[in-house]
Nanobody, 126 residues
Framework: QVQLVESGGGLVQAGGSLRLSCAASGRTFSSASMGWFRQTPGKGREFVAAISWSGGSTYYGDFVKGRFTISRDNAKNTVYLQMNSLKPEDTAVYYC???????????????????WGQGTQVTVSS
């Protein structure tokens, strides 16, 4: 069992930066792949980024284009999403998720994830 709590969301101007954190509880965190997804009203969840259990493999949504960086600290049971050069279209609720699925393109699919956080709102003003 893994419990996830996101933090770090908020209101930022276009071009600004935010760092999201996802604190995990549970002994299986260090062996879990972790992902970030986002969702806006009326739309399904969109893949943002994912990282393998070791941190050695990372994956990003096409829209990221070098602006975001996912990382993890297994000693702190935390995964991060550094978001730079934010745009108004990045406004969404961002969710952290955990999965036992190993590295690979499957990490881009939300149905691969067994555990989800409650989400944190990110609002980018123009």
């Amino acid at each position: 069992q893994v419990q996830l709590v996101e933090s770090g969301g908020g209101l930022v101007q276009a071009g600004g930066s935010l760092r999201l954190s996802c604190a995990a509880s549970g002994r299986t965190f260090s062996s879990a792949s972790m992902g970030w997804f986002r969702q806006t009203p009326g739309k399904g969840r969109e893949f943002v980024a994912a990282i393998s259990w070791s941190g050695g493999s990372t994956y990003y949504g096409d829209f990221v284009k070098g602006r975001f960086t996912i990382s993890r600290d297994n000693a702190k049971n935390t995964v991060y999403l550094q978001m730079n050069s934010l745009k108004p279209e990045d406004t969404a609720v961002y969710y952290c998720a955990a999965t036992s699925t190993g590295p690979g393109p499957a990490l881009e699919w939300d149905y691969e994830y067994e555990y989800w956080g409650q989400g944190t709102q990110v609002t980018v003003s123009s």
